[in-house]
């Protein structure tokens, strides 16, 4: 059985089901709709939890510890030494896990007994959830959870339409369209047809492919293609529809919702694989420490032990070897703390605490669109502090993503600057005169332009601009809502192409409504319906989209619209002229950062087309290989194209982002750009944000087409950068599969490395990784333009793999999931491609400027606490336990223990805790005011110079040094002394009490040293720690206690009889100087000598006393470039398919009006930003007035170098 009661069957390679055929589909032992993600339940929860806690090394260490303990011979410790702090760590971790799971099986509960009506014996009957079974036909309400996997049968509006909200499946709250097969539709809400209906499917199996789905209908005795617009994912909500009736696909956690909910890769940071191997070694030590002792037991027995027998007889049997076999695993026990198992609990808590900090920051919360920052998980945040290489999106995560219409090119013509009247280029600012749009009552009043010319050439109906504006109103998957006369909202699949359609309308050319087999749109004023006769939709492979459209004259066309590269490869021979004069314009525009597009056309002959659209249908309905099919289809038909011109659209930088990556790379952050963009839009960009610079040394552009001229172009670029070295990768060492890791090389200059996806694919190959990763660490900046998503995901992992060093990619599209799943930080933009960035992300928030902020304040303060706090835990728990090392060469080596045993059992958890947490949660070296003057301060971070094996030993030196001080001196200073009142006090109580009373001084002081930013309530911690040792010793001490248990209390009195005496407080004050004396010496003589640039800065802060103030701004300077710039489509898969299939158009067009009035316009759901109109798929206005914001930390102490300012 499995984990959901299913049995197990082989992997399922085709799904076969039958409607209303219950009896037919359990032979398949489909899964039911019942899921369960809770772990326990009553009887299994305290055997599996225990069983998963004690697969933790620490856990399990400390129940060997404790079945030692259980033997007589061996155990030289009370069992409440062991238990104590074992049953407290399991209880924490079992009550939480506990609550985990009570809230998982609430959950499962209320959604399996959630309730959805089923046709059973031809009538609806509600039934729970977990009932539902694959072939079930239910019928679905409005507002209602989508119950399972379900083939869309009908529904009440036109069209057998249905929207949906998949806010639970990719975070996107925007409704989209689902519309069933005619041949069900006409079904409608009949109890007795869809009782009588038997069709068949014959679909994939279950996968976790939540945009793509493929299967047939066997209906009638034909066949019908399904894809994903005919299916209803579980998880997503019903909207603005009355019902619908569907066939259940799959069931429970066969859906694609639940096979979504695997987990995810476990990311763990650098610090963790460190401890594990210092954790091991911690082990080794501690066998070594009681093989010698136990030697040293043996010794002793066989020298000393035999003048005690007088009054300590040896059993029989018992020779020196059986008692140094006992005495080895005596002293494991006692010397268990060199293995604190409180250390793993404390670091989740500082974790936990730093990862609050980031989401209460109200410098990283975006006021625009309300969206704080938030740490998605708590195990990575002193990772943040080590970051060496940031992956970062282009498209909204350095830019806006609202896209402005800004220029064109038609037949060989630009259009969009403004000239005077000597011909001179003026720069359009605001002031300047804008377009009349007036003769357009259907136009979008929010729409800029500013050059007169097009709207001329427009109305003198020149037949290249109709054709250009025609293309745009016609070749696009917008959908359009009309609430009112006149009043449009369009919904596009990407801010690109409401963009573009918004400028046709305002040009004369208006789209205004469309069924599945036609557009209609207005042509300067004439009402023109064209039937959509098919639709080649946009992928990450074709990069381009067409329409096949009939026009009202019967006349048959094909439109397209793409990137130009794929544009150009695809034009007839004599378009070669008008293409040279295209890509002049191209360069053109790019020198602002334009993100281009081509469009081109060609008419298509009748009988042609009837075949193709034959075979087209043929492979539509095949379940092999359909998309490849389809793509030679594709091809075929999309050639000798004839060229009409391109657009160019504007992509604004974000806020900030400039002085962000200027500010990362003075810490030493290295950025790369990874974009599906083309090469001259992702450079003009790397210029614009300040990745690329004109100072640089070089630019060095990969666009090699073949894996020889890849390597050669690297090479040679390696060359460039070091001439005196051979350009063949040196290899540094090995890991353990024999990865050759590649060190950090210095070079003598700035330099910068752009190369295209066609190269980057030879570069990834595997014969030349090494040549690409070489030349692209020694550079400043990269630039890797026209990449897919996986190629982003490889270079991440090709980063990984040969360099040890911490990434981070950055994103907000679903195309750049792989490459945030891929880096050891992901970091989700919450822009306008959706939620899925952020719902893949381990940090997300709104604007790319706050990765600063992460990084620089928070990151750094969390790897600087948790290094410190490392520190502090090795060191007094090694000298704690050291202690008893060497008090065994004065007890004989009989296992006997140097300190009380409750200070042993409350040593960790309540003497020393809180005060280490509280520096752990609130230390920080300089403010984040300092930190963003200093950005150098991060780079100890990536060099891993505050926790190393290196320190980890300089930590056990120390230890070592410090328990031999705090043995000694105490042992020195009670050795033959008498009390002031002639009494001796050289008992073994009074010594274990002044020991570990100079023990927690000598810690706490060292404590004090180490913390750098004292709070009230750091202090009250290390105080109250301190108060609560002397209540608690002399409570355990007196005379009470003892007579309530007397062999708990042995110790009756010691502490008022010695730490009454003046010479007690000498030994404490001298032993805890003596402590910390050569850490004051070293400290004072590192800075005095070789200061860090943590001391700098912090003399400084010293020095100043107050915060600094805000230095000037800089003033914006305009760039200039002749760098050429384009785009590509968004990353998502086009709405295409949807459109053709009758999946919109929820209600009847209102009645239109067709001439162009000079009456006032009305509004639309778009907002303009620039110079034209900007487009937000959200709909939200994009210059709507926002409330003052507080000026963000960037921008107050953003350092300025220039000293011409």
Sequence with gaps: MSFFGVRKKERELERKL???????????????????????????????????????????????????????????????????????????????????????????????????????????????????????????????????????????????????????????????????????????????????????????????????????????????????????????????????????????????????????????????????????????????????????????????????????????????????????????????????????????????????????????????????????????????????????????????????????????????????????????????????????????????????????????????????????????????EEKREGELVYLAQSPDEGALVTAARNFGFVFRSRTPDSVSIVEMGRQRSYELLNILDFNNVRKRMSVIVRSPEGKLSLYCKGADTIIYERLHQSCSKLMDVTTEHLNEFAGEGLRTLALAYKDLDEEYFDGWKRRHHEVSTSLDCREDKLDELYEEIEKDLLLLGATAVEDKLQDGVPQTIEQLSKADIKTWILTGDKQETAENIGYSCNLLREEMNEVFVVSGNSPEDVRRELRNALHSMKPEEDPVFPPERTLGNGVEVMADEVVNGEY???????????????????????????????????????????????????????????????????????????????????????????????????????????????????????????????????????????????????????????????????????????????????????????????????????????????????????????????????????????DYQSFALLTQTCLLFAVTIQLGLEMSYWTAVNTFFVLGSLAMYFAVTFTMYSDGMFLTLPSAFPFIGTGRNSLNQPNIWLTILLTSILCVLPVVTYRFLFIQLCPTINDKVMFKVRQAKATPPPPPRRPRIRRTSSRRSGYAFSHAQGYGDLVTSSRFLRRPALPRSSGFAHAGRTTTSFSPMGRSAGYSPTGRPQNAKVAAVEVTSLQMYRPIQDPAL
């Design 18 to 480: 039958r409607a209303n055929d219950r009896e037919y589909n359990l032979s398949f032992r489909y899964a039911t709709n019942a899921i369960k993600t809770s772990k326990y339940n009553p009887f299994t929860f305290l055997p599996l939890n225990l069983f998963e806690q004690f697969q933790r090394l620490a856990n399990a260490y400390f129940l060997f510890l404790l079945a030692l303990q259980v033997i007589p011979q061996i155990s030289s410790l009370s069992w409440f030494t062991t238990v104590v702090p074992l049953v407290l760590v399991l209880t924490v971790t079992a009550a939480k896990d506990a609550t985990d799971d009570i809230n998982r099986h609430r959950s499962d509960n209320q959604v399996n007994n959630r309730k959805v009506q089923v046709l059973i014996d031809r009538k609806l009957r509600g039934e729970k959830w977990m009932n539902v079974q694959v072939g079930d036909v239910i019928r679905l309400e409005n507002n209602q959870f989508v119950t399972a996997d379900i083939l869309l049968l009908s529904s009440s509006e036109p069209l057998s339409l249905v929207y949906i909200e998949t806010a639970e499946l990719d975070g996107e709250t925007n409704l989209k369209v689902r519309q069933a097969l005619t041949v069900t539709g006409d079904l409608g809400e009949d109890v007795e047809k869809l009782a009588d209906f038997n069709g068949e499917v014959r679909c994939e199996p279950p996968n976790n492919r939540l945009d793509r789905f493929t299967g047939t209908l066997s209906c009638g005795g034909q066949k019908h293609p399904l894809d994903n617009g005919k299916v209803l994912l579980r998880g997503c909500t019903l909207r603005n529809t009355q019902w619908c009736f569907g066939l259940v696909l799959f069931g429970g956690p066969e859906t694609k919702l639940m096979q979504n909910c695997g987990k995810s890769s476990f990311k763990r940071t650098s610090i963790d694989r460190l401890m594990n191997v210092l954790v091991l070694c911690i082990f080794g030590f501690l066998a070594f420490m009681c093989t010698v002792l136990a030697i040293g037991n043996c010794f002793w027995e066989l020298n000393e032990g035999s003048t005690f027998t007088a009054f300590l007889p040896r059993q029989d049997g018992n020779e020196a070897t059986f008692s140094a076999f006992l005495t080895f695993w005596s002293y494991v026990i006692i010397l268990n703390t060199m293995v604190p198992i409180s250390l793993y609990v404390s670091v989740e808590i500082i974790r936990l605490g730093n990862s609050f900090y980031i989401d209460w920051d109200r410098k990283m919360y975006h006021a625009a669109n309300d969206t704080p920052a938030e740490a998605r998980t708590t195990t990575l945040n002193e990772e943040l502090g080590q970051v060496k290489y940031v992956f970062s999106d282009k498209t909204g995560t350095l830019t806006q993503n609202v896209m402005t219409f800004n220029k064109c090119s038609i037949h060989g013509k630009s259009y969009g600057d403004v000239f005077d009247y000597s011909g001179q280029r003026l720069e359009v600012t605001e002031h300047t005169e804008k377009v009349d749009f007036s003769f357009n009552s259907l136009a979008d009043p929010r729409f800029v332009f500013h050059d007169h010319s097009l709207v001329e050439e427009v109305k003198l109906e020149n037949p290249e601009v109709h054709a250009f504006f025609r293309l745009l109103a016609l070749c696009h998957t917008v959908m359009a």
């Design 752 to 986: 910068g490395l752009v190369i295209n996806g066609r190269s980057l694919a030879y570069a990834l190959e595997r014969s030349t990784e090494l040549d690409f990763l070489r030349a692209a660490c020694m550079c400043r900046a990269v630039i890797c333009c026209r990449v897919t998503p996986l190629q982003k995901a490889q270079v991440v992992e090709l980063v990984k793999k040969y360099k040890r060093a911490v990434t981070l990619a950055i994103g907000d599209g679903a195309n750049d999931v792989s490459m945030i799943k891929a880096a050891h930080i992901g970091v989700g933009i919450s822009g306008q491609e959706g939620m899925q960035a952020v719902l893949s992300s381990d940090y997300s928030f709104a604007q790319f400027r706050f990765l600063e902020r992460l990084l620089l304040v928070h990151g750094r303060w969390s790897y600087l606490r948790m290094c410190k706090f490392l520190r502090y835990f090795f060191y007094k728990n090694f000298t704690f336990t050291f202690v008893h090392f060497w008090y065994a060469f004065f007890c004989g080596f009989s296992a006997q223990t140097v300190y009380d045993e409750w200070f042993i059992t409350l040593y960790n958890l309540v003497y020393t805790a809180l005060p280490v947490l509280g520096m752990s949660l609130f230390d920080q070296d300089v403010n984040d005011a300092w930190s963003f003057q200093h950005p150098q301060l991060y780079v100890p971070g990536q060099l891993n110079l505050y926790f190393s094996k290196k320190a980890f030993f300089k930590c056990a030196l120390h230890s070592g040094y410090c328990s031999l001080v705090i043995f000694f001196i105490p042992y020195a200073a009670v050795h033959d002394t008498v009390r002031g009142d002639g009494k001796d006090v050289a």
